[in-house]
């Protein structure tokens, strides 16, 4: 059964180092018509449900733990009875989200996590946070990146726990070998591709 990709976009704030910003972020759910996974947990439960479309839910798969990205997972979690996976290093990003509350299941590097006849690999991606990972699709032919690479250029890298040489060589490392073409669906805006941020960065 073919795997396809959802989307939607969910509103509402962000908040690190005692600053609140409003936010658009997108959500994205990569799956078949049984099951799917779904990447972030933003803002609304109600919005991301109407992403899933009534399917099984296999994980909950955080690509970082500011609270715009998994502000909804527990809720998520609780009605979809399905395990939040985070990699462990965003742990005090995490711990600000939901200090009472703990994710399931650790993400690591290389680890492959299957959706209906799919491989979806997972890419340890630090800078943007330190446990960032971005969920990569060769079958698809795109990349699932948080807010470790946008339309233009590497995610931000001002607020604690973010550090810019370290997603530039994240980025370098682990996205510019994926093919050029390769489809980049973001935390936040529009798409781009490899080749097109290639370029941007230089
Ligand atoms: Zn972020």
Redesign the pocket.
């Given at each position: 059964m073919a795997v396809r990709v959802d989307h939607g976009v969910t509103s509402g704030t962000?908040s690190l180092d005692g600053e609140t910003h409003q936010v658009d972020n997108n959500v994205w759910v990569i799956g078949d018509d049984q099951e799917c996974l779904v990447i972030d947990a933003p803002h609304s439960v109600e919005d991301i449900l109407a992403v899933v479309g009534g399917r099984r839910v296999k994980a909950i798969v955080c690509?970082?733990a500011?609270d715009?990205?998994v502000g909804m997972a527990p809720a998520l979690r609780e009605i979809v009875r399905a395990p939040i996976l985070l990699h462990p290093d965003d742990r005090p990003l995490w711990e600000l989200a939901h200090p009472d509350d703990l994710w399931d299941a650790d993400l690591s590097d290389g680890q492959v996590i299957e959706i209906g006849d799919t491989d979806v690999t997972v890419l340890h991606t630090p800078g943007?946070?330190p446990g960032?990972v971005c969920l990569s699709v060769p079958s698809l032919g795109c990349v699932f990146t948080?807010?470790t690479l946008f339309q233009g250029g590497p995610?931000?890298t001002g607020r604690s726990f973010s550090d810019r040489p370290t997603i530039e060589s994240s980025i370098r490392a682990k996205l510019f070998p994926l093919p050029g073409e390769t489809v980049v669906h973001t935390?936040h805006g529009d798409d781009t591709t490899i080749a097109a941020e290639v370029s941007n960065l230089g």
């Amino acid at each position: 059964m073919a795997v396809r990709v959802d989307h939607g976009v969910t509103s509402g704030t962000f908040s690190l180092d005692g600053e609140t910003h409003q936010v658009d972020n997108n959500v994205w759910v990569i799956g078949d018509d049984q099951e799917c996974l779904v990447i972030d947990a933003p803002h609304s439960v109600e919005d991301i449900l109407a992403v899933v479309g009534g399917r099984r839910v296999k994980a909950i798969v955080c690509t970082h733990a500011h609270d715009d990205h998994v502000g909804m997972a527990p809720a998520l979690r609780e009605i979809v009875r399905a395990p939040i996976l985070l990699h462990p290093d965003d742990r005090p990003l995490w711990e600000l989200a939901h200090p009472d509350d703990l994710w399931d299941a650790d993400l690591s590097d290389g680890q492959v996590i299957e959706i209906g006849d799919t491989d979806v690999t997972v890419l340890h991606t630090p800078g943007h946070a330190p446990g960032a990972v971005c969920l990569s699709v060769p079958s698809l032919g795109c990349v699932f990146t948080g807010d470790t690479l946008f339309q233009g250029g590497p995610g931000a890298t001002g607020r604690s726990f973010s550090d810019r040489p370290t997603i530039e060589s994240s980025i370098r490392a682990k996205l510019f070998p994926l093919p050029g073409e390769t489809v980049v669906h973001t935390g936040h805006g529009d798409d781009t591709t490899i080749a097109a941020e290639v370029s941007n960065l230089g």
